[in-house]
């Protein structure tokens, strides 16, 4: 997965606009489906608690896949790019005990992992107004840098693959 540019004004409008929407969304359909099920399904009496959570998961199904669907359209770029950039922070995430042992060996595979996590994180942190840990990540990758350099070491971010997560 390669880093790109995201307008940040244009991500945060349609992030918005496709939140808003799918909450609207999941509102309407669960209600809808509670209530035909209540109205099909119910003789009137008892708790019908089962009916409403099985109305909520419909709504659930049902746009978690238009989701989905919609994800390969050109207006959820931004938005789909850094859903797929969070997922692959978190497999990262998964393997950092690994891949923070093996960097300290100056491992080739690790530190273009490492300097790809510490690049797309900035990128999302930005672009999520996220700036509490920026300072913290931006020694960590000053601190990455100086250990590639001192390695003797050329590689870029631009080098990583999810493959490379595979061999920790």
């Given at each position: ?23 609207l969304a999941l509102i ?141």
């Open positions: 997965m390669q880093l790109k540019m995201i307008d940040k004004t244009l991500y945060r409008q349609r992030l918005n606009r496709i939140t808003v929407a799918s909450i309407i359909v669960s209600l809808s489906s509670s209530t035909l099920l209540i109205a099909l399904l119910s003789d009137g009496t008892g708790s019908n608690f089962w009916l409403n959570f099985s109305g909520v998961a419909m709504g659930c199904l049902i746009v978690g896949y238009t989701l989905k669907r919609l994800k390969q359209h050109p207006y959820f770029s931004e938005v789909a790019y850094i859903w797929d950039l969070k997922h692959e922070l978190n497999l990262i995430q998964r393997k950092r005990k690994a891949i923070d042992a093996a960097a300290a060996q100056n491992d080739i595979n690790a530190l273009i992992i490492q300097a790809f996590s510490f690049k797309a994180s900035k990128l999302v942190w930005q672009l999520d107004d996220n700036t509490l840990m920026m300072s913290e990540l931006t020694i960590a990758d000053n601190k990455l840098q100086q250990q590639i350099a001192a390695a003797g070491l050329t590689l870029d971010a631009t080098d990583y693959e999810r493959d490379l997560l595979a061999r920790f």
